[in-house]
């Protein structure tokens, strides 16, 4: 009535279907920085704060020597989030 379209449910299974093959393909090829960042871009692409905060976790536990990836999370915990807290302790 107003104009706003709910998102449906088919929306939903296929999005965290899609977050599923990413999590078993980032499990096999854990080195692979350009799988974590095509994870990453998706999850931004969707919305899923939640599921992009553990990304990053898991991403920066594997790569802890790549400066990119730290510069990458600690923005968009400053920008995205506004917690300005966890960006400086990242």
């Known amino acids: 009535r ?6 449906k449910l088919s ?3 296929c999005s965290r ?7 078993r393909s980032v ?7 350009g799988l974590w ?3 990453v871009a998706f999850a931004k692409q969707e919305g899923s704060s ?8 898991r991403a920066l536990q594997l790569h802890p ?4 990836l730290w510069v990458h999370a600690a923005a ?4 995205e989030q506004g917690n300005v807290a966890a960006a400086r302790t990242l």
């Open 17 to 23: 279907q899609i977050h599923f093959i990413f999590d």
């Open 11 to 13: 929306n939903f299974s």
């Open 65 to 68: 020597r790549k400066a990119g």
């Open 76 to 79: 968009w915990e400053w920008e």
């Open 37 to 39: 960042m095509e994870w």
């Open 2 to 7: 107003l104009g706003v379209k709910k998102g």
């Open 27 to 33: 499990k096999k090829f854990k080195a692979d920085l």
């Open 50 to 57: 939640k599921a992009l905060s553990k990304i990053f976790a």
